[in-house]
């Protein structure tokens, strides 16, 4: 198949390339750069099979530069980690508008599968536990995690009137806290701070108490899982959940952290950022149900890997 991947320079994305590269598709990756990387796909840009077009999404040229026609659209563009969306709120906001509108008109254009990657973040601080689809989130729409929280938001409801008005067979993916080699070590997420504070014996840096929870799903798990959701017939206008049902408090997460590195680093407590989720873990039942899908990989196994990443990451710095 001809499929494009939006956001692939990006690490999930980077993932996505490499897996559907391995099973012999021809992929065209479609990345502005703004927080992607050229070195996360350095594994695969040799693939005679891969082409890598540097294009803003939100531009109206974007059709006519990626003409396909792809049999496969996967929508990842768009900054997904605090820092990336901190520093690029508008853009996080255009990305998810404009540029999901581009997307969308590639994917009728062609009568292509389209697959909108969202975030557990539509739901907000959530006031039911687990998070299950029919939810519809505790968001402040006027916040400083707004432009990404709305911007995925807007970008659900747009996929969903390409569905209802055009027909489009497209799905969509609710993704939760996602770890694995290829994260930024500076992009302000959990995993990545962790780790590179405890590789160099820094402070291990807790907001709140500690007590506030998370579910980490490894990459290669949520790459398989994307993919079941493409490609299972009969699901058009499903949106899916995708992330480990396993919870963790941050205290548990920088202990297993600290075992693993064998670091000596202290545990330092600061304030709970603005609008912070105090506990986030998704129901899977529905991607069990629809996809057989659920993790395979537990923490302490897809830690090794991604401490051994960030650990060669450090050194070239």
């Avoid at 590269?21 to 703004?34: E, I, K, N, T, W």
Wanted: charged share 25%.
């Amino acid at each position: 198949m001809n499929i494009l991947v939006t956001g692939g320079a990006g690490f999930i994305g980077s993932h996505l390339t490499e897996t559907l590269l391995a099973q012999g598709h021809r992929v065209v990756v479609a990345d502005s750069f703004l927080t992607g990387r050229f070195s996360n796909l350095i594994s695969a840009e040799l693939h005679d099979q891969l082409e890598i077009v540097q294009q803003d999404l939100t531009d109206d040229s974007t059709p006519e530069s990626l003409p396909g026609p792809f049999d496969r659209v996967y929508n990842l563009a768009c900054p997904a980690s605090p820092r990336g969306y901190g520093k690029y709120p508008i853009e996080t906001l255009l990305v998810s508008s404009v540029g999901t509108l581009n997307a969308l008109k590639i994917a009728h254009r062609d009568g292509a599968r389209f697959l909108q990657a969202s975030t557990s973040e539509v739901y907000g601080d959530p006031e039911v536990h687990p998070q299950v689809e029919t939810y519809w989130g505790n968001v402040n729409p006027n916040g400083p995690r707004a432009c990404y929280d709305e911007g995925k938001r807007f970008a659900e409801s747009l996929t969903m009137e390409y569905v209802r008005r055009h027909n489009l067979d497209a799905r969509i993916s609710r993704i939760f806290n996602t770890y694995g080699p290829r994260s930024h070590p500076r992009d302000g997420r959990v995993v990545p701070n962790f780790c590179v504070q405890a590789i160099r014996g820094d402070d291990i840096t807790i907001y709140g108490d500690g007590t506030q929870t998370r579910s980490f799903c490894y990459v290669d798990d949520l790459v398989r899982g994307l993919m079941l959701l493409m490609e299972t017939d009969n699901i058009t206008g499903e949106v899916v959940n995708l992330g480990n049902p396993y919870e963790f408090t941050m205290l548990e997460m920088a202990n297993e952290i600290l075992s693993i590195t064998g670091s000596e680093s202290r545990l330092v407590f600061e304030p709970l950022p603005t609008d912070d989720p105090t506990r986030r873990r998704p129901n899977i039942d529905k991607a069990k149900r629809l996809l057989d899908w659920e993790p395979t990989v537990p923490l302490a196994e897809g830690l090794v890997p991604t401490i051994a990443y960030f650990r060669e990451a450090l050194v070239r710095v």
